[in-house]
């Protein structure tokens, strides 16, 4: 009997996860094929595929957005969300995986578990969702189901329980024995569909081994279907599905899955062992908020309080697009709810049920559903939207600290206005990216998670907005400061237009400041004793100095880490001014400077590396090879943590880097930490910047 589509029984919300190229997409488009969604497969090669619908993915042939889809299967409702792959959008991912109650990791047969599927595993941890893995492309040459199954044991140190033994290999895989239920399943190259049968004469005694493995492994790990087994020495099907279901979703053990999503083989099963062992919305405990300081719960109950999360916002030419989780209640087409981030109510214009870029439009959703949103004005991702009287904060999604940054410039005046807005869109819609403009350099800098996403971002604000985007690599600020003083310098101000004139005369003393004191690396005193120069005139000095600070003689930088003291001067009686004595500072200390010796510096941060432990060789001689001072380093489990300072000039492009020497393992903070003398070697280069 078929339970009503409604109840969050019947729901999954489930993500596709894998490293770049495992077949994600493929298998996506196969689901909404067997499903009935589509009546044509979509290929990523032909760009026909209904999730990668962006001009950029089909362009690429990645997915770079996490797209949403829904199909029936079974009774059931199915939400699919299709991640990306590419470590650059693993922030995609994490937002996606904050809203999902399971996901399927799919593996390329030939390479098993490759760095990004490791990666997207580790943030699936996280966040504690359940997983049953697909091993795909099981037709390539050199396909071999035990070495990936052995790949997922020994890298993401799980359990991998295998319910299934492939028929035939690379060119000749034509289908799977179902190892529960002790059938073959059969493709046939001309149909879509499979029949079921009788398990092949020649692989029914390596079948029942893997059974009977299959059932030891199991009865390890799950107390009732130990009992069974140990009072009967075997495991009915009923048992051991019953069993499978509640250790994937402990966590316990990972069910494996096998077929060739390309030549739609393997995904009717796939969908059922979804249905049967991932858990639905009303499986998962309470979702938690809080409500001032109060901790509060909320079931997966279409009658409770209206609670769902914003986890991506869609600009679109008709307007804005919210995708939403609802965690509990229901939300109706026209209902007022609260942002509890922000306070304000915003209003529900319609609800789609979301296929990528095309919608379905229901009248309500209630608590499991993912649904998109028109209407609302002012929610961004991460926000929380509930009841008014029943306020509640969710848990927003973690947004990763961007560690690439590009330069960005309009091509026109009369575009700068067009970008900015083009900008404060593209953040809107992925927090991940960060835009700013330097105080000094006075340039607009985008910062993203990787060289492709600002890539990608950069060109969807050319197609989008068809701006002329200049794209270059941010200066660095750095300083110039004084290595060795001048002392009794002295300096006559004087000028005669007719009428009043302009005098003043001081003598300076320049000095390194050295510590922590002084404003902002500058630090003025007056020694002048006897009222030659009266203490009005000591604070235009004082102000003419500052403004020399603005450019220093090397290349024209700031000047910081230096003390400046007057010890004498004199005045006129008639042309003596604040004016005067503040020209006379300005000039004083800028001929001053070209008689001191001067040093560059440049901005250096601390870097805190985290590769494996395999890795860390390689990437200390990076830093090295950086200019980088190592000053610690920790070990973890199977990774090492190093410490280092590096200059800020030398991370440019440091985020390939590191991924292209750890295979995508690696990652690193950053925290500046001031300036440092810019050594000899590097001189030239510096004052070139």
Not at 60 to 84: E, K, M, Q, Y
Not at 254 to 278: M, T
Not at 387 to 407: I, N, Q
Not at 632 to 640: C, K, L, N, Q
Request: one cysteine or more.
């Amino acid at each position: 009997m078929r339970t009503h589509l409604n109840t969050s029984t019947t729901v999954r919300n489930l993500g596709i996860l894998a490293h770049v190229d495992a077949g994600k997409t493929t298998v996506t488009e196969r689901i909404l094929y067997a499903t009935g969604t589509t009546h044509k497969r979509g290929e990523v090669h032909d760009g026909t595929t209904v999730t990668d619908y962006d001009p950029q993915e089909r362009d690429r042939g990645i997915t770079i957005f996490a797209a949403a889809v829904s199909c029936t299967w079974d009774g059931h409702r199915v939400n699919l969300i299709d991640t990306p792959g590419h470590v650059d959008f693993a922030d995609e991912v994490e937002r996606s995986l904050r809203v999902l109650d399971g996901a399927i990791a799919v593996f390329d047969a030939v390479a098993g578990v490759e760095p990004q599927s490791e990666s997207v595993w580790r943030q699936a941890d996280r966040h504690g969702v359940p997983r049953i893995v697909f091993v795909n492309k099981m037709d390539r040459v050199g396909a071999d189901l035990d070495r990936a199954v052995a790949s997922v044991r020994e890298r993401l140190h799980v359990v991998p329980l295998v319910v299934q033994l492939p028929i035939g290999q690379e060119d000749g895989f034509r289908g799977t024995v179902d190892l529960v239920g002790m059938r073959a399943l059969l493709w046939r190259a001309e149909h879509d569909s499979y029949e079921t049968g009788a398990v092949p004469d020649a692989l029914y005694e390596e079948a029942r081994s893997r059974r009977r493995l299959l059932e030891e492994r199991v009865a390890e790990l799950h107390p009732g279907a130990l009992e069974e087994y140990c009072a009967t020495s075997t495991l009915s099907a009923a048992t051991l599905g019953a069993a499978l279901r509640d250790l994937t979703r402990s966590g316990e053990g990972v069910v494996v899955l096998c077929g060739s999503a390309y030549r739609n083989r393997g995904i009717e099963p796939l969908l059922d062992a979804a249905v049967s062992y991932l858990p639905s919305p009303a499986d998962m405990p309470p979702v938690r908020g809080t409500h001032g300081t109060a901790v509060e719960e909320r079931a997966a109950d279409p009658a409770a309080p209206f609670a769902g999360l914003a986890f991506k916002v869609n600009a679109t030419a008709t307007g804005r697009l919210t995708c939403l989780r609802v965690y509990s209640g229901t939300m109706r087409k026209g209902d007022t709810v609260l942002d509890a981030a922000t306070g304000r109510t915003e209003r529900i214009g319609r609800i789609l049920r979301v296929q990528a870029d095309r919608h379905a439009e229901v009248d309500r959703a209630v608590a499991g559903d993912i649904v998109a949103v028109v209407g609302l004005k002012g929610t961004r991702a991460g926000s929380t939207l509930c009841a008014p009287d029943a306020p509640l904060v969710l848990e927003p999604p973690k947004t990763a600290v961007p560690v690439v940054s590009v330069a960005v410039e309009a091509g026109s005046n009369a575009e700068a206005g067009r970008l900015s807005a083009a900008l404060a869109r593209l953040v809107e819609e992925d927090p991940s990216l960060v835009v700013r403009t330097d105080p000094e350099t006075g340039q607009t800098v985008l910062s993203g998670m990787g060289e492709l996403h600002l890539e990608v971002a950069v060109e969807k604000v050319r197609r989008s907005h068809g701006l002329h985007i200049g794209v270059g690599r941010p200066r660095v600020a750095y300083r110039e400061t004084v290595a060795r003083g001048v002392s009794g310098l002295v300096y006559r101000h004087v000028k005669q237009d007719g009428g009043a004139g302009q005098f003043a005369h001081v003598v300076l003393d320049v000095e390194p400041l050295r510590g922590d004191d002084g404003d902002g690396g500058f630090d003025f005193r007056s020694t002048v004793i006897g009222g030659r120069v009266p203490q009005e005139y000591v604070r235009a000095v004082e102000a003419g100095c500052r403004d020399a600070l603005a450019e220093g003689p090397l290349a024209g930088h700031p000047v910081t880490g230096l003390r400046v003291t007057l010890i004498d001067g004199a005045t006129h009686s008639k042309d003596s001014s604040d004016m005067a004595f503040r020209a006379a500072g300005r000039f004083a200390l800028r001929e001053a400077l070209r008689a001191a010796a001067m040093e560059l510096l440049e901005p250096v941060a601390e870097v805190v590396v985290t590769v494996p432990d395999d890795a860390v060789g390689g990437v200390l001689g990076d830093l090295a090879a950086r200019r980088g001072r190592v000053s610690g380093s920790e070990a973890r489990a199977g990774s090492t943590a190093v410490t280092a300072t590096v200059p800020l000039a030398e991370l440019f492009g440091y985020a390939t880097r590191l991924r292209s020497r750890t295979q995508g393992r690696g990652t690193f903070t950053t925290r500046p930490t001031g300036y440092a003398p810019v050594p000899t070697a590097a001189y030239d280069q510096a004052l070139s910047a």
